[in-house]
Each structure stands twice: as C-alpha cells, then as structure tokens.
C-alpha cells in the first residue's frame, strides 16, 4: 500500500498491481491532494494484495505557458572636448629707428592640442517584446536596468496589461544618462500576469565619440586676421614692418582661439 500527496489536484489515481489494478476517482466529485493506504487487487493465492507494478495520475492540463522573446539595443553616445594652448612670440620685440627707417619683425603663433575631457556619456535604445509561444500572452509590464546604475525608465507603446497575441510583438523606448564611460550591461524585462519573467540583454560600450567639441578650432589675430582653421598641433609665421616715426610707440598683438576664447 502507498500513500500520495501532490501540489495539483488529482482527478484520480490507476494503481497496477499484477495483471489488472483498481482505480481510485476522487473527480467527482472534487480533485484530491492527497490519499492513504492505495494498493492493487487481492491475490487469491495467497489473499493478500499484489506487489505494486506502477502508478498512473490522472489531473488535468491547462494551457501551456506564455513564452516572451526580450531583445534590446543598447546605443551609447558621450561628447569628448578637445583642449588647446596657444602662444605667440615676435623676434625682435623693439625697434630703434631714426626717421624714415623701418625695420620688420617675425611673428610666431604656436597652437597645441593638449588632449581632451570626456562627458555626457549616455545610453538610449529599444525593447522589442516577441510573444514566442503557443498562446497569447497578458504581458503586465516592461521594465529595463543598467548595472551600477539601477532601473531606467521605458515608454512603451502598448498600455498595460496588454494581450499580445502569438507571432506579435511591440517595442518600447528608453534613454538614460551614465555616471562615466565604464562598459556596463543593460536588461529588460518583461512580466506576465501568470508570474513568469522573460528578460533580454546588450552590452553597453564605449568606442569611438559620437560628438565632438572643438576637434578643430579657428585662430584670430588682431593684426594679420583669420589665420586659419586647424584640428591639430600648428604654427603660423608672418611678418609686419613698423616705419619710423610712423609707428612709434607700442604696438599690441593678440591670436585669439575663437571656439575656446584663449
């Protein structure tokens, strides 16, 4: 004899025991969860009950489970600005004319990029929720989280709870500032009201800028104009002629970076 409990109603249990078995119904008139001292048929040999061959239990089937498909681009964005120096230098830096002599000097302008700061960095993306299953699925939310920063808002397209049905899918939106350009990993995840979870990741990385700050920069002077436009390191030489008793006197000369206002 056995005794059985189970987690599931049972409608009934087929107990086999030599060459037939008894069947023991519970439904009707209501399933069971648990039995005592089952056993098989009596033996007329020897009037004791067959050994136990095998146990049969009858419960019923729901549906299957919903089954999701959660994937998700992850697009990181961050600015990197670009620093620079400049400095200005003029040989000779005075003159001693008599009248009508005139005298000219060099003047060297020296712009360094000296390297550049990193911000903004940013993550933004889609969710796309696929009912992959057999049956229609009652999706009751989305929700999507970024590692060492937490949960990230989405805007999805459907309202929840939202029935979606085999074969369909919707997508949601979501964007979120970072703290730092480490790589981290982003998940969403979608629920459905039977209490499953189905989630989908990608991996945020950081690569090439997607904007960039003063990668090239206009230089001014106040005597000679627009000297140029550069986008890296560069020197600009040129000459001015200062006449006595014309020019006397002294004579300021700025280059100006335009962008950064050095």
Same mark, same amino acid.
């Given at each position: 004899?056995?005794?059985?409990?189970?987690?599931?109603?049972?409608?009934?249990?087929?107990?086999?025991?030599?060459?037939?078995?008894?069947?023991?119904?519970?439904?009707?008139?209501?399933?069971?969860?648990?039995?005592?001292?089952?056993?098989?048929?009596?033996?007329?040999?020897?009037?004791?009950?067959?050994?136990?061959?095998?146990?049969?239990?009858?419960?019923?089937?729901?549906?299957?489970?919903?089954?999701?498909?959660?994937?998700?681009?992850?697009?990181?964005?961050?600015?990197?600005?670009?620093?620079?120096? &400049?400095?200005?230098?003029?040989?000779?830096?005075?003159?001693?004319?008599?009248?009508?002599?005139?005298?000219?000097?060099?003047?060297?302008?020296?712009?360094?990029?000296?390297?550049?700061?990193?911000?903004?960095?940013?993550?933004?993306?889609?969710?796309?929720?696929?009912?992959?299953?057999?049956?229609?699925?009652?999706?009751?939310?989305?929700?999507?989280?970024?590692?060492?920063?937490?949960?990230?808002?989405?805007?999805?397209?459907?309202?929840?709870?939202?029935?979606?049905?085999?074969?369909?899918?919707?997508?949601?939106?979501?964007?979120?500032?970072?703290?730092?350009?480490?790589?981290?990993?982003?998940?969403?995840?979608?629920?459905?009201?039977?209490?499953?979870?189905?989630?989908?990741?990608?991996?945020?990385?950081?690569?090439?800028?997607?904007?960039?700050?003063?990668?090239?920069?206009?230089?001014?002077?106040?005597?000679?104009?627009?000297?140029?436009?550069?986008?890296?390191?560069?020197?600009?030489?040129?000459?001015?002629?200062?006449?006595?008793?014309?020019?006397?006197?002294?004579?300021?000369?700025?280059?100006? &970076?335009?962008?950064?206002?050095?």
């Amino acid at each position: 004899t056995f005794d059985w409990t189970s987690n599931i109603g049972v409608d009934a249990v087929f107990v086999k025991a030599g060459s037939s078995g008894n069947f023991y119904r519970y439904d009707p008139p209501a399933e069971a969860t648990a039995d005592t001292g089952l056993h098989g048929q009596v033996n007329p040999a020897n009037n004791k009950f067959f050994g136990l061959s095998h146990l049969s239990f009858c419960y019923d089937v729901g549906p299957p489970p919903p089954s999701l498909t959660v994937s998700k681009t992850a697009q990181a964005t961050f600015t990197r600005t670009f620093e620079w120096d &400049i400095d200005k230098s003029v040989d000779p830096d005075q003159w001693d004319l008599d009248a009508g002599e005139s005298g000219t000097s060099d003047y060297t302008v020296e712009v360094t990029k000296t390297g550049h700061v990193d911000s903004n960095w940013a993550v933004s993306g889609v969710i796309t929720v696929f009912n992959s299953g057999s049956v229609a699925a009652n999706v009751t939310g989305v929700s999507d989280e970024v590692s060492g920063v937490g949960a990230v808002a989405v805007n999805c397209e459907v309202t929840f709870p939202h029935t979606l049905a085999v074969g369909a899918s919707f997508t949601c939106g979501y964007s979120s500032p970072l703290p730092n350009g480490n790589n981290r990993t982003n998940t969403a995840t979608a629920t459905t009201s039977d209490g499953s979870s189905f989630q989908g990741s990608a991996s945020i990385t950081f690569g090439t800028p997607t904007t960039l700050v003063n990668d090239e920069v206009t230089i001014e002077d106040t005597f000679a104009g627009e000297l140029g436009k550069v986008n890296d390191d560069e020197t600009f030489e040129y000459e001015r002629t200062f006449v006595c008793n014309r020019d006397a006197g002294v004579h300021s000369n700025t280059a100006t &970076i335009v962008e950064t206002g050095q």
